[in-house]
């Protein structure tokens, strides 16, 4: 991917028509265009293309046009808009050589906006196919940023989004080919590339240390749980923040076996713990100043005979005690395991990343996650975060009057407790193991994680990526305030 601030030949160039008032508009230069795609019936709404032969003095084969739809009240189009037409062109072009992107990126942000959904858009998972699908070969961005400051977010935003994809490849591996111990060495020999610390403790090192919660969970899988800490530390970092993410790589529900029809995309179960891997990465190829670890609680969750059987108590890593009254609640006790050993190392933050409830897709639908926390301030920080990075998040409580029904007759606390706003049960379960005083954030990606329907803008079918984006915007505005 490159930025151009002069133009070039290519196979296709890509323009963004937008919706004026007086109906489909285009830069000047596209002028000759706009008869032909009105007659075609495009309106410049997003998501549309159109391709036509290039007029007489365009340096291409052909044109693209991408819907960019409406305006801002100055007449332009922010990031979302920008990474979304980028998106749709790319994914309309795959296997064309040379593609210019000559949408309106006339700032760093947009250059940087342009590129990431270009990127994202080139996105296919072939790797168990016979055929895969070619690639563009060459990708430009044209700008008249200035040439250092383009290439700076060129890079900034292949970094990003080669990230993004690592989590979206992971999401969607099959569960016989990715299970935790297989995730465990994929962290490790990333982690090596890359000079990161890599920490795995196996089952064996799991019980010596008292996790029972990550092995009740896996107990009945023949493929034993992981516990896998990658870091990363700038020498000029002031704050150090700690990433949870689930790490469930399949979920049978366990002996609470799930319904016909809910187990076939349960592979996605581990997006959390994808997406804490990729951000660590990402934080650390973009040399963020900040100490961050990332902490993937992962496991099977199989019913068997010597699964965890509802009724059971488990002994959780800081001595509490968990009724487990539903086994198919487990990604909040792997969670909390790993949040209370994460805590031990004093982070200034906490934030935890779970594919968790479907009450949180039931709330927000299948675009938008949760974002829950004791502090408004903190929690409103998170979403603002996630907005800025383009990801829709929405701040929601943890109202106190839902927590008695976590009470347990025999133990500390029930892993399930009222059903109607299980989502934020969930999320006053995780709260338990968070220190007092210490920032912290659930996010629900439940809804986002993985898309089933037909792929839009630069998002495609299977595996989305959701959080990455957040986790490190958020890591780079907490390094930046120091705070």
Request: proline residues 7%.
């Amino acid at each position: 991917m490159t930025a151009l601030t002069a133009g070039r030949h290519s196979d296709v160039v890509v323009i963004g028509a937008g919706r004026g008032p007086a109906g489909l508009a285009a830069p000047a230069d596209a002028t000759p265009l706009i008869a032909t795609a009105t007659a075609w019936g495009m309106t410049g709404a997003a998501g549309e293309t159109l391709r036509l032969p290039a007029p007489p003095g365009f340096d291409a084969g052909s044109v693209l046009l991408v819907g960019l739809g409406e305006p801002d009240r100055d007449g332009e189009y922010g990031p979302d808009a920008l990474r979304q037409a980028a998106g749709v062109a790319a994914r309309a072009l795959a296997g064309v050589t040379s593609v210019v992107l000559a949408l309106p990126a006339r700032t760093p942000d947009a250059v940087e906006a342009v590129t990431l959904g270009a990127v994202l858009g080139q996105y296919s998972f072939d790797a168990y196919r016979s055929a895969r699908q070619p690639a563009t070969a060459e990708l430009g961005v044209l700008t008249s940023v200035e040439q250092a400051a383009a290439d700076a977010a060129v890079r900034r935003a292949v970094v990003l989004a080669q990230e993004v994809n690592r989590a979206r490849d992971l999401v969607n591996t099959p569960a016989n080919d990715l299970y935790p111990e297989v995730f465990a060495a994929e962290v490790e020999a990333v982690g090596a590339g890359h000079g990161l610390a890599v920490e795995v403790l196996d089952e064996k090192a799991l019980a010596a240390a008292g996790f029972g919660g990550l092995l009740g969970v896996g107990q009945g899988s023949v493929r034993p749980p992981r516990l896998v800490r990658i870091s990363y530390a700038h020498p000029d970092a002031a704050r150090t923040i700690a990433l949870i993410g689930k790490g469930i790589t399949y979920d049978s529900g366990g002996l609470s076996l799930k319904p016909v029809g809910s187990n076939e995309i349960m592979k996605r179960d581990m997006s959390g713990a994808a997406a804490v891997f990729a951000a660590v990465v990402a934080a650390a190829r973009l040399e963020v100043p900040v100490r961050v670890s990332g902490w993937l609680a992962l496991a099977e969750n199989m019913p068997s005979g010597s699964a965890t059987r509802p009724g059971d108590v488990l002994r959780m890593y800081d001595g509490r005690t968990v009724e487990v009254l539903n086994t198919d609640a487990e990604g909040r006790i792997v969670l909390a395991d790993a949040i209370a050993r994460a805590a031990e190392d004093e982070p200034d933050v906490i934030v935890d990343v779970a594919t968790l409830t479907f009450a949180m897709r039931m709330a927000l639908g299948n675009r938008m996650f949760g974002v829950m926390s004791p502090s408004e301030e903190f929690g409103g920080r998170v979403a603002a975060a996630a907005r800025r990075a383009g990801e829709q998040a929405w701040p929601l409580p943890l109202p106190a009057d839902l927590r008695p029904s976590l009470n347990s007759p025999v133990a500390d606390i029930a892993n399930v407790g009222e059903r109607l706003g299980g989502g934020l049960v969930a999320g006053l379960f995780l709260k338990e193991f968070v220190p007092d005083g210490t920032p912290w954030a659930h996010l629900d990606i439940a809804g986002p994680a993985f898309h089933e329907g037909e792929p839009y803008g630069y998002t495609p079918r299977g595996g989305t990526g959701a959080g990455v984006r957040t986790l490190v915007q958020l890591v780079r505005e907490l390094a930046e305030a120091g705070s």
